[in-house]
C-alpha cells in the first residue's frame, strides 16, 4: 500500500489525480488530499437540483463532478479527503465496508467513538455523520473515496448543498441528507486541545502509514502531476463534464 498526500488543493486536480491512478496505476493505493471550498456531485446527479449555484459563484464555490456515484459533499480546508485504490480481489466483496476500517480504527485510537453506518459511511457516537463515501467499479480495479469533516465551515456545507431549483422530473440520483458534525468540535467538548486542521491532517496521515506499515508517504512524480493536469483542464474543469445533468 502506497501513501500518496497530495500537494494541491485544487478539485480538479485532485479528482483527475483519483481517475488517473485509478486507470494508470496497477498497484493499491491510499491518495490524501484537502481541496479548496467546493462541492462535489456525484457523477449521476443533477447539478442542479444539489447545489445552490448562485451562493457558490458569490462565494468562489468551484463545483466539481467526480467519476464515482453517491451523493453531494461540500469540500473545504477543514476537510481530509481519502481515497482506496486497489486491484479487485476475487475473495472479497468488492462493495464491502471494509475499506472504511483503517479510518474507524485510526481514529478509534484517538479515543473517537465512530462506527460504520449503512451507506458505508462513519458516524460519530451513533448522532452525526463525519464521513460519507462513493465508490467506482471497474474490470480490474476499485476505488472507494470519502471526506472527513474535522473544522469544515458548516454554515458554507448547509447553504452550498441546498438548491432553490430542484427539478423532479429529472433523472439522477438524490443525495441523503445527514446531520454532521465537526471532529474539531467533538475534542473541544471533551475539553481536550485541538489542533489546526493543517496539523491535526499531518498527524493523521502520520498515523495512517504506522497502520499500513509504511516509513512515510509520498508525493506524485513530475511526470504524473503533468498528466493528471491535462486530464483536469480536459475533463473535470470543463462545463461539459460538470454540467452533463
Not at 15 to 43: C, K, T
Not at 103 to 122: A, C, F, H, Q, Y
Not at 140 to 145: A, S
Not at 179 to 186: A, D, E, F, Y
Request: one cysteine or more.
Amino acid at each position: 500500500m502506497q501513501i500518496i498526500y497530495s500537494t494541491s488543493n485544487s478539485p480538479s486536480f485532485n479528482l483527475a489525480a483519483e481517475e488517473f491512478l485509478f486507470s494508470e496505476r496497477q498497484d493499491d493505493l491510499l491518495f490524501m488530499y484537502v481541496n479548496n471550498p467546493s462541492v462535489i456531485i456525484g457523477s449521476n446527479q443533477a447539478i442542479r437540483n444539489e447545489v445552490d449555484l448562485e451562493f457558490c459563484a458569490q462565494h468562489e464555490i468551484q463545483v466539481v463532478r467526480r467519476m464515482s456515484g453517491g451523493g453531494a459533499v461540500y469540500h473545504d480546508e477543514g476537510n481530509l479527503n481519502y481515497c482506496f485504490i486497489s486491484n479487485k480481489m476475487t475473495n472479497k466483496p468488492v462493495l464491502s465496508s471494509d475499506f472504511i476500517l483503517p479510518i474507524v480504527e485510526v481514529l478509534s485510537t484517538l479515543g473517537v467513538p465512530v462506527n460504520i453506518g449503512k451507506r458505508k459511511d462513519v458516524w460519530l457516537t451513533d448522532e452525526y455523520k463525519i464521513s460519507g463515501t462513493a465508490s467506482h467499479i471497474g474490470k480490474m480495479r476499485e476505488l472507494h473515496h470519502g471526506t472527513l469533516l474535522y473544522d469544515t465551515n458548516l454554515d458554507a456545507l448547509e447553504n452550498a448543498l441546498r438548491s432553490k431549483t430542484v427539478d423532479a422530473t429529472i433523472k439522477a440520483i438524490p443525495s441523503v441528507r445527514s446531520t454532521v458534525k465537526n471532529l474539531r468540535t467533538w475534542f473541544e467538548e471533551q475539553g481536550q486541545f485541538t489542533l489546526s486542521a493543517k496539523d491535526f491532517f499531518e498527524f493523521l496521515v502520520q498515523k495512517l502509514t504506522t497502520y499500513f506499515q509504511q516509513e512515510g508517504y509520498s508525493a506524485l512524480t513530475n511526470i504524473e502531476t503533468e498528466k493528471i493536469s491535462e486530464l483536469a483542464e480536459k475533463k473535470y474543469m470543463s462545463e461539459e463534464w460538470t454540467y452533463k445533468k
